[in-house]
């Protein structure tokens, strides 16, 4: 089984305890840290760089999602060291990059570059973590992380905004740059999961064939597109609510993460929650319960907008409910995805996040295109891909189905050699 190869990892001395964790956490948080830190500062860059400031996160979204359907075959092939360590390097060459920016081209150019890098960390992440544990245990173990995660989702606006107070919005990025390094020196206590005997003898070209029969797989894609669609929505806020905070509503760009890091302590708390609840229930009964809440309080949010009632307190309350069962979201559907295709998690991971994260290019680009210059627009975004993502939860198919699906990769192994 699984679960035994982590055992094994732990009896030959490598950790598979805390400090696995934790920099598998850190791994994951880098995605969320690239971004939010400087959350606050976008206002200030805007003017600054002479330019629009979601671009930049447009544009590490598109890096983002791009690089890792390169990164999943390879690391199927050649392990997940490899990549991991490459990645961090880039992620610091861009980092610099972004702190050396001008004008608004040069920064998106280099936020591209540093999401080159950057989408290794939770990208691999998720593919060890199904290197070791089994179907419910990796859910169990994906709720472990995003717990110690959601620190950076907390602390970075927090920090952007304190640090865009006594200094310019060029520290941010050079702050990335340190974290990096750090991040780069912590791989070497990592160890690698992914056996030479499981990993894809096939050539990189068949390597990457794998996607078109990932697309073909209706168990992995439907709970792949579950998180694609609540993820569109969760950018929807991420990128919209620093005009709907501090421009439309006049909060200070120092309180600024404060409101945003309520929606983070939610979220761990529900991790906490699910961590016992995957061992009682379904995951996929967990999953379109939480899809229900968060459309549920999508709807109550863009009612709110629409009809301009409630205040800020409203959109605070249905954002912090909405944010807050990505605790149940995430965990469970990356799980149930993985799980259908365990002879392909590298590339399936890496196609899940392509789609998990590139659809907030989805996101920034409505709201660039249709604000209306209040918070309507992005209420509205958020209520429409919530109700999509739970119609895809609704549809799930059962494990039989996804076990027959997988056959199909395995298959397509053996015909790649």
Partial sequence: MIDSQARSLTASGKSTGLTLVLILSALMAITSLSTDIYLPAMPVMANDLQGDAELTITGFLIGFCIAQLIWGPISDHFGRRIPLFIGMVLFVIGSVG????????????????????????????????????????AAQMLSTLMIIMAIAPIAGPLVGGQMIKITSWHAIF??????????????????????????????????????FILLKNRSFMRFTLCLTFYYVAAYAFITGSPFVYITYFGVDPQHYGWLFAVNIVGLMAVSMVNRRLVHRY???????????????????????????????????????????????????????????????????????????????????????LLSDGTPWTMGWIIAVFTVASAVMALTTTSAKTAINDENSITNGNRGAK
């Fill in 98 to 137: 972004c702190a050396l920016s001008a004008d608004i081209v040069q920064i998106v150019f280099w936020r591209i570059f540093q999401a080159l890098g950057a989408c290794t960390g939770p990208m691999l992440a998720r593919a060890m973590i199904r290197d070791l544990f089994s179907r419910t245990r």
């Fill in 174 to 211: 050079w702050l990335l740059a340190i974290i990096g390094a750090f991040m780069l020196m912590a791989l070497f206590w990592l160890p690698e999961t992914l056996a030479e005997d499981k990993r894809v003898k096939a050539s990189l070209s068949g390597a990457f064939s794998h996607y």
């Fill in 282 to 368: 379904p995951l996929e009964s967990l999953l379109k319960f939480a899809v229900l809440v968060a459309t549920l309080a999508a709807a109550v949010l863009a009612v709110a907008t629409g009809l301009g009632f409630g205040g800020i307190g409203l959109i605070v309350g249905a954002v912090f409910i909405f944010f807050s069962m990505n605790g149940i979201i995430a965990a469970t559907a990356t799980a149930c995805a993985l799980d259908a295709v365990p002879n392909a998690a590298g590339s399936a991971s890496a196609l899940m996040g392509s789609l998990q994260y590139g659809s907030g290019i989805i996101s920034s680009l409505l709201l660039a």
